[in-house]
């Protein structure tokens, strides 16, 4: 089993800057993919960006403002988010599965319980 835990997300205002960070336990991920979704109100979980060993992608709205990165000495990922727009509000989820990465929310095993992010106009 693997347990995510998410952090760092929080109140900012248009243009500003938040660091998330998901520090994992229970296996070593050294070899899996670890992403971030997100999901406001009403709307589905949508990806934000993975992060493999060999390589990374983002969905086109972040692209250029978000960046992942991982530490695997710590199990951890983050997701370094600047320009902050309030379309980017929404829980923030961290997952992970075994192998490459993948856009879909359903090829995930394994799931972090969110943190809020909230940018205001």
């Known amino acids: 089993q693997v347990q995510l835990i998410e952090s760092g997300g929080g109140l900012v205002q248009a243009g500003g800057s938040l660091r998330l960070s998901c520090a994992a336990s229970?296996?070593?991920?050294?070899?899996?993919?670890m992403a971030w979704f997100r999901q406001s109100p009403g709307k589905e979980r949508e990806f934000v960006a993975s992060i493999t060993w060999y390589s990374t992608d983002y969905a086109d709205s972040v692209k250029g403002r978000f960046t992942i990165s991982r530490d695997n000495a710590r199990n951890t990922v983050y997701l370094q988010m600047n320009s902050l727009k309030p379309e980017d509000t929404g829980v923030y989820f961290c997952?992970?599965?075994?192998?490459?990465?993948?856009?879909?929310?359903?090829?995930?095993?394994?799931w972090g319980p969110g943190t809020q992010v909230t940018v205001s106009s």
């Open positions: 997952a992970v599965r075994a192998g490459g990465s993948r856009t879909d929310a359903n090829a995930y095993d394994y």
């Open positions: 229970g296996r070593t991920l050294t070899s899996y993919a």
